[in-house]
């Protein structure tokens, strides 16, 4: 294994010993401010000191979000993140400006590699149009809002048989071939979302008119089109996603309600209820790839070392410097992240398993995350590292599929990596209604600020239907139904954050389309993709990846062709 040191990196400008309070930061923004640039050279050097500096204030913050995330509980651990949500950050913002005015300022900014800084000096003008003095003391607002969500949903649990379990702990027996099993489970964590469900509710009305008031301070009609800025989405517009949503109603949503007749035949039912979903139609019973977290841990090793040493080292090395939290507790945040952590270059990866077939994809997703993280480490500026959406999630949801043949890492029996395959290639196809869903529901949230709880509920299940409303009979549980919107994180902390899952779940598929034809071809294209950071423009990254940012209806009929030749093959 090769020796990677996961300790920060040495610094060049900052002390070893830099303590992260206001008093110590304070003079480092006013040091840049006032520097003298001479020439070209003098201007990159800045650019790497504040690249320093910036590296050294997010990995702070991210051991406080990590921390906060693995125990929810804890009111020391919020403090200390809402000591830098509310007194660091909202004086490093206006202070950012200063600096980027005086970037985009500099009489040498022309003398640079215009090619090597493009995308830099691009995102750059875009701040510096956005911000606005008034919203800064909104987003702290908005951040300590969003943090909420995770206080209400990681106290969620339920008692089944009489033992208490987390909500992803209980969806386990969501799989189970007893139907009345699965029934139960179903019901009692639906009855506990329920019953945040006003909570929710409130919450999100504060998030949405906070949101909206930024968006109108920023001089926009309204917050979907501040964050289409705001996102750097310099390659697609609003209609490109309406678009999109189209050529998945038509070409996806087709092929998943034939499945889904298929599923209700083989269980032999009249419909589908919300509890028959996850079962194995063939009778057997779920899928067991991991024992516990620590076995997932080494289980994904093995796995990355089969498709290249070099991805295995940076895992095991993740695993001997404690950087995951994967197993899924009372008090933990839920969902699943991996947080680069910018000085030490490593990543740290947090997920709440229930040792199940989806926390192995969960983990090879975030483990794609991972590598572009330790691939990205040695660009010469921090901001080179922060890569888009759309390309942060090509990494992850193509290592999904590109690490599928060697995933007998985690199934002894050829049987069994089989039902593995064809679950994944079905997940892939129900992933992209969930984004047009997910997406075009905040498209409607955002575009009409005014509404009410209940306008937002009826214009979800409406959404929902239109994409066949995951093909379940929902008659008898309409309230579940709307307000399922209140399970995905993304709205509450992350909006706008989705449409980007189905642009690179496209990609991905492209990527793995490309592996199978040519494997060290495919495998060298993806990883020159990721190295690149956010160095090139999108575009650029998605064609070194050799596959094409796309999302047209023929881009995704051909796709999803390909997605349903792969599943016959499997299921011969």
């Known amino acids: 294994m090769e020796d990677l040191s996961m300790k920060q990196k040495k610094r060049n400008y900052l002390s070893s010993n830099f303590e992260m309070t206001w008093e110590h930061i304070e003079p480092v923004f006013q040091e840049l401010q006032l520097r003298q640039i001479h020439s070209a050279a003098d201007l990159e050097q800045w650019l790497r000191d504040r690249s320093e500096l910036e590296a050294a204030l997010e990995e702070d913050f991210a051991w406080r979000y990590i921390r906060m995330t693995c125990d929810t509980s804890s009111e020391q651990l919020l403090a200390d993140f809402q000591y830098f949500a509310t ?29 090597k800084y493009f995308v830099l000096i691009r995102s750059t003008r875009k701040a510096l149009e956005l911000f606005r003095e008034e919203n800064v003391a909104l987003q702290t607002e908005i951040q300590l809002e969003q943090q909420k969500y995770q206080s209400i949903t990681g106290a969620m649990s339920v008692q089944l048989n009489g033992q208490e379990y987390t909500l992803e702990q209980a969806s386990v027996f969501l799989k189970d071939q007893d139907r009345e099993l699965r029934q139960q489970a179903w019901e009692a964590i639906s009855s506990r979302r329920l019953k945040d469900k006003q909570a929710l509710d409130e919450l999100f009305d504060r998030l949405l008119k906070l949101r909206h008031q930024v968006a109108l301070n920023a001089g926009f009609d309204n917050f979907r089109d501040y964050m289409f800025q705001a996102l750097g989405r310099f390659d697609y517009s609003p209609e490109d ?25 083989a269980l032999e039912l009249t419909s589908l209820e919300p509890w028959d979903m996850e079962v194995d139609i063939s009778g057997k019973p779920a899928l067991k790839p991991f024992a516990n977290g620590q076995e997932l841990i ?7 070392n089969r498709l290249d040493p070099f991805l295995g080292d940076r895992i ?30 490593a990543p740290f990866i947090f997920m709440n398993s229930a040792n199940t077939f989806r926390d192995l994809t969960t983990m090879v997703h975030e483990g794609g995350h991972a590598i572009h993280t330790f691939v990205t480490a ?29 995933w007998d ?42 509404h009410t709880a209940a306008e937002r509920n009826a214009a979800w299940v409406e959404i929902f239907e239109r994409f066949g409303a995951n093909f379940i009979d929902w008659n008898e549980h309409k309230d579940a139904e709307a307000f399922l919107w209140q399970k995905q994180l993304h709205i509450f902390e992350v909006p706008f954050y989705y449409i980007e899952y189905g642009i690179a779940q496209l990609g991905a598929i492209a990527v793995w389309k490309n592996y199978k034809e040519n494997p060290k071809e495919g495998l060298n294209n993806y990883l020159n993709a990721l190295k690149l950071g956010y160095t090139k423009t999108i575009r650029e990254i998605y064609e070194t990846a050799g596959v094409r940012f796309d999302f047209s209806a023929a881009y995704v009929k051909e796709l999803v062709h390909f997605v349903q030749n792969e599943l016959e093959l499997l299921e011969q």
């Open 87 to 115: 007194e660091i950050e909202p004086k490093v913002a206006p202070l950012n400006n200063e600096l980027n005015k005086k970037f985009i300022a500099s009489p040498y900014l022309d003398q640079l590699d215009q090619q």
């Open 241 to 265: 996603c309406f678009r999109f949503h189209e050529a998945i109603e038509k070409e996806v949503v087709p092929v998943l309600r034939k499945q889904a007749t298929a599923r209700k035949k």
């Open 298 to 304: 080494d289980k994904t090793i093995d796995c990355f």
């Open 316 to 345: 095991e090395n993740m695993k001997l410097n404690g950087l995951f939290d994967v197993e899924s507790r009372k008090g933990k945040a839920p969902g699943g992240y991996n947080y680069p952590l910018a000085e030490t270059g």
């Open 378 to 406: 040695d660009l010469e500026l921090n901001d080179f590292k922060h890569c888009p959406s759309e390309v942060a999630e090509l990494a992850s949801m193509s290592m999904e599929l590109i690490s599928m043949d060697e």
């Open 409 to 450: 890492a985690f199934f002894e029996y050829p049987e069994e990596l089989k039902r593995a395959k064809r679950d994944q290639l079905k997940d892939v196809l129900k992933t992209l209604p969930w984004v047009a869903i997910v997406d075009q529901f905040q498209h409607w949230i955002y575009t009409n600020p005014e």
